[in-house]
Every structure is written in C-alpha cells, then in structure tokens.
C-alpha cells in the first residue's frame, strides 16, 4: 500500500490527512488532523482511522511559531506512529496554478520558483501553501512532493466565460477568470461518473457551500463555467466573504471613506458574507439556531439561499437545461433547510423536492420528475492522495 501524505497550509493552519491507496486504487483513510492558531496558542488534534480506531488526540498548547515548526510536528507524530519510511510520496493542496499548472506536478526547484510567481494572483493563499512546501522540503528532502491545483479542473473552461471585458492588454497578463474548488469539483464528477455514468454525462450544476462556496457548470465531466473567478472573492456570498460585488464600491470606499486597500481587502474576504450580514457568525448552524428571533441573521441566510438561486440560474442558462444538480461540503451536505430553499428556488428549471428524502439525509432528494438533485459529500484530501499516486506511478514507469 503506497501512503500518501496530504498537506492542506493556510494562514494559520496546517490541515494533513494521510491516505493508503492500496495496489488495485482501493483507498483508506489513515489518519487526519490539523494544527491550527500558528503564531497564537496553537491547538493541535488528529485522529486514526486505522488500528487506534476513532481515537482523537487533541493537545492544546502555544508549539508551532510558524509553518515549519507544524510541519515538523506532523512528521514526527507520523513518525511515532508510522515511520517517517512508510511515507510514499507527499501531495499539497495548492491554490493556484495559473495559466499553466493544469494538471498536477511534481514540485523540484524549477516547478516551485515558478509557483512562487503566482503569489501575487492568490496573495493570501499561495504564500502558505509554498511555505507547507518549503518546509517538508527542508525537513524531509527525499520525499517526492507534488502540487495539486484547484485552479486545474477549471482550464476546460471556454475563453469566452473566462474573460472580463477588460482591454486585451489586461487580460493577457493574466487577469481572467481561473475558478476554484477544483479538486472537490473532480472529486465530485468521479463520484459521478462511478455512481451515475448516464448522468455524469449530462449537465451537472455542482454547489460547493462551506465556508468558502461556489458553484461549477459541468458537460461532460468537465467544467464549462463557474462562479469564483480571478480570486476565491466572486461569486456566491459566503461565510466571511462578499462574493460578486460592484467594484464601484471599492472606489467610493478608498476615495469617499478613506479606507486603503489592505481595509477593504481585509473587509471583503474577512468582514463580510454571513457574518457581516448577520452581525453574529459565519457558521450557518449559529446562524439557523438564531434565526427564530433574529432578523439579521435570518436575512444573512435568505441572501445566502436567493444568490445560490441566482447564479445557479446563469449557470443552467450556460448549459442549455439541467441533468443533475449535485450539493456538497459543510453546508451542501448538512444543512437540508438550505436545499430545500435552492431547489424551490429551481422549480422553474423543473426541479421537484422529495421533502421525506432531503430530511433523511438520503443521497437522491429529488423525486421521480424533472432533473435530479444529489447530495454528494466531498473528500478533497482523497482526491490529493490519488492525483499525487498517478504522478508516482507515472514516475517509476
Ligand atoms: P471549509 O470551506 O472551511 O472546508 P466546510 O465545508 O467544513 O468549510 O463548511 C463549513 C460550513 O458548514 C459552516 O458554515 C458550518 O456551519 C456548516 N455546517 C456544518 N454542519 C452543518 C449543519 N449540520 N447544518 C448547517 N450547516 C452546517
């Protein structure tokens, strides 16, 4: 069984999983856990899925100043509990791979200082993921690491949605649309065609709805339009970020209330979204228990419900009609008031709820008429785990 470690770095968290894929591709999940608070009091947790069945270990405690100093604490418990040599090969979520990372790599100096040039398209994301990479790189330099973008599922899409109307100048120093959530929205189009080939085929609206959300139009397998678009900032309202706004208002908030841009940057990815709206949380469960005697928070949901409705409108209008409609992550997967509500908003497009189904958490909650609708949960780690095993596997051929 080859293990695959899987790295996911943020500002201040390093997420791992760690992955067996066995001989025929059967996959088991080993282990998971993260180091979250780095540079504050860090809390560190994970649990075995494996021998130690279900055994959470949660140390709270100021350890890890920086990135390298999680790292290293992730490579010593597997190395307490595996041996650093049962390591196959490390995969990192990495969050942009520009115009040409479009399929997972193998990182060496070459590939890395070019990922290093993209920084300035995804400033509050690249940074961590190359500093997750850096680190594994000085503190175990004979494992093979790759990246795994979540930009690359999106390179199907059309020139036509990709561009903004910019002058063409702008837009060929790279200013388009790349698309995000990629390694869910693959993770979801294989479920898809292993579970439902016929519909696989057909036109698949995926709603990716956790903290971050976004929607993906696939034909085919294949993304033809989604909704994020130069940065993780368009689209959907989301936990703490606006989604699509005027950019009109950028100007009017820096000119007229004096905020610089760092201000509205923080304000927009940050401030804004649920939390912003509801005044309360960006967690949609604090939310929905609030929203009986709370009018804010309520509101913060019905925005949230009325822009999925919205795009998912544009969305099936760019696929000619609607197959299938497909919710995952955090919210997509647990919230059924939420479904309920999008797929009501849909009935234009034929849409009809099996109301007993959604509430029974069953995987089809759409009845026999009109396109179906899924609940479909998402493993982005899995999906890091089997694109970096491809690439091992292509290497040793
Ligand atoms: P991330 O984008 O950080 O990976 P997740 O996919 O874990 O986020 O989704 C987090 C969101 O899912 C939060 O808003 C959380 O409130 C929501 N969520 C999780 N469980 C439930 C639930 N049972 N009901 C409603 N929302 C839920």
Known sequence: ?????????????????????????????????????????????VKRFDGLANKEITISNGMASNHKEAVSHILTWIDQNYGLASLTAAGHRVVHGGADFIQPVRLDAQTIAA????????????????????????????????ACFDTAFHATIPDIGRQFALPRAITALGVKRYGFHGLSYSYIANELARQNAGLAKGRVLVAHLGNGASLCAMRGGQSIATTMGFSALDGLMMGTRTGSI?????????????????????MLYQKSGLL????????????????????SAREAIDMFTYRIVREAGAMIAVMGGIDALVFTAGIGENDPELRADVIKGLEFAGFSLDETANNAKNRKISTAMGPVALVVPTNEEVMIARETAVLIDRDHK
């Open 1 to 45: 069984m080859k293990i695959i470690l899987v790295l996911n770095a943020g500002s201040s968290s390093v997420k791992f999983a760690l992955i067996g894929i066995g001989k025929e591709g059967e996959e088991q999940d080993l282990a998971r856990g993260a180091f979250d608070g780095i540079g504050q009091v860090s809390r560190w947790s």
């Open 115 to 146: 990922l290093r040039t993209l920084v300035p398209l995804a400033p509050l994301h690249q940074p961590h993921n190359l500093a997750a990479i850096d680190s594994l790189n000085e503190l175990a330099p004979a494992l093979p690491q790759m």
């Open 246 to 266: 005027d950019p009109a208002v950028i100007f009017y908030l820096m000119r007229d209330q004096k905020m610089t841009a760092d201000d509205v940057e923080a």
């Open 276 to 295: 912003g709206v509801s005044g309360l949380s960006n967690d949609m469960r604090t939310l929905r228990e609030a929203a009986g005697n709370n009018r």
